[in-house]
C-alpha cells in the first residue's frame, strides 16, 4: 500500500505599517500588525501588534551618492539622527510621538518578535510553505519591514525565513499577494468602482472598517477581503471570461 503524502499547509501572513512618512529611506515605522492564516481554511491562527519607540537612522550599507557636507552636518551624522516623524502622516493615523515614547517597543526587538512570528507561522516544513506577505499596496508595506531588518541585523533571518527569491542584484525580495492588483482583477470591469481603496473595496464587499488606518484593523479588513475573494475562486458563479484559443504559427518549437 502506498504511504499517502502529507498535504502541505500554506500560509499567509497579513501586514500594515503606519509609518512616520512615505519614503522608507528616511520616515520611520510607527505601529505594525501581523496576522498568519491558513490558505486551505482560511482561519486567521496567529496575530501581533505593536507601536514602535522612536528611534534613529543607522548605516545599512545602502548606497549613498557623495556630496559635500557642512561641519556640521558631518556633526549630526556621527550622533544620533532621528527618523522623520511628519506630522501629517502622525494625524492620519492618529499616532502621537507620545504615544510612541510611553507605549512604542524597542525597533531591534519589533524585528526579532516579526521573525519569531514567521517561524511559528510556517505549518509545515519546505521552502515552497514559507510564509508569504499580504497587504493592501504591500510593496509600501515592504520597504518599510526591509527598512526595519536592516537597522536590526536580520536580513540573513529574513531571507530565511519568508518566501522568496533573489533578483538580478542579487537582493531579496520577498513573495507577496496585494489586495490591491486583486481587487483590480475582480472590479476591473465594473464602471462603478473608480477607486481601490481598502475601505472603499471593503464597503462594497461588506467587510467591516472600523478604524481605518490602524494597522490591525486594516491586516483584519484586508484579509477578509482576500477571503472573500479566493471564496469567489473557489466557488466560481456568474458571467465568466472566455478565453479564445489562437492557432499556432509554428508547428513546432523549442523552450
Not at 500554506?10 to 500588525?33: K, P, S, Y
Not at 537582493?171 to 481603496?197: C, M, W
Request: with cysteine; hydrophobic share 40%; charged share 25%.
Amino acid at each position: 500500500m502506498t504511504p499517502k503524502t502529507e498535504q502541505k499547509v500554506h500560509v499567509g501572513i497579513g501586514m500594515d505599517f503606519e509609518t512616520g512618512g512615505l519614503d522608507c529611506r528616511e520616515c520611520a515605522c510607527t505601529q505594525i500588525a501581523l496576522q498568519a492564516v491558513r490558505f486551505d481554511t482560511w482561519q486567521v491562527f496567529d496575530h501581533c501588534q505593536a507601536y514602535i519607540a522612536p528611534y534613529g537612522k543607522a548605516d545599512t550599507g545602502l548606497p549613498r551618492r557623495k556630496v559635500l557636507r557642512t561641519r556640521h552636518e558631518q556633526a549630526k551624522e556621527a550622533g544620533f539622527v532621528p527618523m522623520k516623524y511628519e506630522q501629517t502622516a502622525l494625524d492620519y493615523s492618529a499616532i502621537t510621538m507620545e504615544m510612541l515614547r510611553t507605549q512604542g517597543v524597542d525597533m531591534k526587538t519589533t524585528a526579532g518578535e516579526i521573525i519569531a512570528f514567521a517561524k511559528r507561522s510556517a505549518l509545515s516544513k519546505g521552502n515552497q510553505c514559507k510564509p508569504i506577505l499580504i497587504g493592501q499596496n504591500v510593496t509600501f508595506d515592504i520597504g518599510f519591514l526591509q527598512q526595519l531588518m536592516n537597522y536590526a541585523g536580520l536580513v540573513a533571518e529574513f531571507e530565511k525565513t519568508f518566501a522568496g527569491t533573489k533578483d538580478y542584484y542579487g537582493n531579496f525580495q520577498p513573495h507577496y499577494i496585494d489586495t490591491l492588483t486583486v481587487g483590480r482583477l475582480a472590479f476591473a470591469a465594473d464602471p462603478e468602482v473608480t477607486s481601490y481603496k481598502l475601505e472603499l473595496i471593503a464597503s462594497r464587499l461588506g467587510v467591516e472598517l472600523n478604524d481605518a488606518h490602524d494597522a490591525a484593523a486594516d491586516v483584519t479588513a484586508t484579509l477578509d477581503i482576500l477571503g472573500i475573494y479566493t471564496s469567489r475562486l473557489r466557488h466560481a458563479s456568474g458571467e465568466a471570461i472566455t478565453i479564445q484559443t489562437k492557432e499556432k504559427t509554428r508547428k513546432h518549437f523549442k523552450i
